[in-house]
């Protein structure tokens, strides 16, 4: 079966860093996909990796491993506002989204 | 009015009730979808219309009975739920099916309590 695995629950200090991991076991790669959802608000989409290595966007960077099955997302500078919950989703052969249950990232001061 | 807008943000109904969700996007996108979203779990998803044909039905139970009358606009009509269909209902766009980037433009859900 396909299987996205991320941890349910982190919390991490404003002004640090935190890395979040995602493994996935799925049929075929198409690309592996970060989104941020805010707490009753919509998903929205944080990062887009095909390839092997570091996409970094500001505070964000987004990191793959094909060969390993395993991607990372890294926020930098922690803000109160990055509160939310993080949702790994990797595309398979089949152009389908297989989705992990998120991480809810908690900010303390 | 821009990106995805989704109707009603909440409802609660009993579960010999008939109601609707609405979907509308502003994007000009040709596929839409709707996700279901429960607690702790991965989003689910439930159907794709691609160009207002639907490409994908997720073994959705019949109770759930989507309508796309033009690329703009998604529907989901509801009737006899059961509890366990209480869920946070996602509305999503993309430019095309889920290929390319895949990038999807959700809505911000409505919330679903069925009593």
């Known amino acids: 079966g396909q299987n996205i695995d991320q941890p349910t629950e982190m919390t991490a200090t404003e002004g640090a860093i935190v890395q979040i991991n995602c493994t996935y076991q799925?049929?075929?790669?198409?690309?592996l996909f970060w989104y941020q959802q805010h707490a009753g608000e919509a998903p929205t989409f944080l990062s887009y990796n095909v390839l092997d290595g570091l996409e970094e966007k500001g505070r964000f960077s987004s990191f793959l491993s094909r060969s390993k099955g395993y991607s990372y997302l890294l926020l930098k500078e922690l803000q109160m506002k990055d509160s939310a919950s993080y949702l790994c989703a990797v595309m398979d052969s089949n152009y389908q989204l297989i989705w992990g249950a998120g991480t809810k990232l908690i900010i303390k001061p | 009015e821009t990106g995805v807008t989704q109707t009603p943000r909440h409802l609660v109904m009993g579960m010999t009730n008939k109601k609707s969700l609405k979907c509308e996007q502003h994007l000009g996108h040709n596929a839409m979808y709707w996700y279901k979203q429960s607690a702790k779990k991965p989003l689910e998803l439930m159907f794709v219309y691609n160009f207002k044909e639907q490409t994908e039905n997720n073994s959705v139970p019949s109770r759930f009975s989507p309508e796309c009358p033009n690329s703009s606009h998604l529907f989901l009509h509801l009737h006899t739920l059961q509890p366990e269909d209480s869920a946070l209902y996602l509305c999503a766009s993309s430019q095309g099916r889920e290929g390319g980037t895949g990038e999807l433009f959700f809505g911000e859900g409505s919330r679903l309590t069925v009593l």
């Open positions: 799925t049929s075929g790669f198409n690309g």
